[in-house]
């Protein structure tokens, strides 16, 4: 994960004296603007419900701001397990979901979603891409993978995709 995002590690190592580590990254310098434009709601009127599944906090509470910015209701957790007991408690418009999680991982919780909530939209975020086969990522029917670092951008513009496309599609069921 440390190369693909540019980096090394450098190993300093001494005979009694103990091994030392270092993980040196570069410094991540965006083009994109830290917050995109305000998500479009997905009916006219109404804002979504968004499930956001992050065990790192600092990530978690970003993307809980920058949907809240935008007007949503945001639910979180922490755990694959935690995920579980939130979606099948509650009605959700789209989950935005790290792959590396404790207890189940981000791809057993997207799975468990397609089986019992086919049209929830699923945005899996991974640092760890290389390690996942496409096909498996087909097999759950995610609908988007974002590699890590992300852009908090990329993942509102990609969340607005799927929104507006669950509205539309929404609308043409209901039809009167």
């Given at each position: 994960m440390i190369e693909n995002h540019g980096g090394h590690i450098n190993v300093i190592s001494a005979p009694g004296k103990g091994t030392r580590f270092e993980?040196?990254?570069?410094?991540?310098?965006?083009?994109s603007p830290a917050v995109a434009t305000p998500l479009a709601p997905t009916n006219g009127t109404k804002p979504?419900?968004?499930?956001?599944?992050?065990?790192?906090?600092?990530?978690?509470?970003?993307?809980?701001?920058?949907?809240?910015?935008?007007g949503h209701e945001v639910t979180e957790a922490t755990t694959g397990a935690e995920a579980?007991?939130?979606l099948d408690k509650g009605e959700f418009d789209l989950m935005v979901c790290d792959l590396g999680l404790p207890e189940l991982s981000g791809l057993h919780?997207?799975?468990?979603?397609?089986?019992?909530?086919?049209?929830?939209?699923?945005?899996?975020?991974?640092?760890f891409s290389e390690m996942i086969a496409d096909e498996d990522y087909q097999k759950a029917r995610i609908d988007q993978v974002i590699p890590k670092p992300y852009a908090l951008a990329d993942v509102l513009a990609k969340a607005n995709t799927l929104l507006a496309k669950q509205a539309a599609e929404r609308r043409e069921t209901v039809t009167v």
């Amino acid at each position: 994960m440390i190369e693909n995002h540019g980096g090394h590690i450098n190993v300093i190592s001494a005979p009694g004296k103990g091994t030392r580590f270092e993980v040196i990254l570069p410094l991540h310098e965006s083009s994109s603007p830290a917050v995109a434009t305000p998500l479009a709601p997905t009916n006219g009127t109404k804002p979504a419900r968004v499930l956001v599944v992050e065990d790192e906090e600092r990530v978690r509470v970003l993307l809980n701001d920058a949907f809240r910015a935008q007007g949503h209701e945001v639910t979180e957790a922490t755990t694959g397990a935690e995920a579980l007991d939130r979606l099948d408690k509650g009605e959700f418009d789209l989950m935005v979901c790290d792959l590396g999680l404790p207890e189940l991982s981000g791809l057993h919780v997207a799975r468990w979603v397609k089986e019992f909530r086919p049209d929830l939209p699923v945005i899996i975020a991974t640092g760890f891409s290389e390690m996942i086969a496409d096909e498996d990522y087909q097999k759950a029917r995610i609908d988007q993978v974002i590699p890590k670092p992300y852009a908090l951008a990329d993942v509102l513009a990609k969340a607005n995709t799927l929104l507006a496309k669950q509205a539309a599609e929404r609308r043409e069921t209901v039809t009167v």
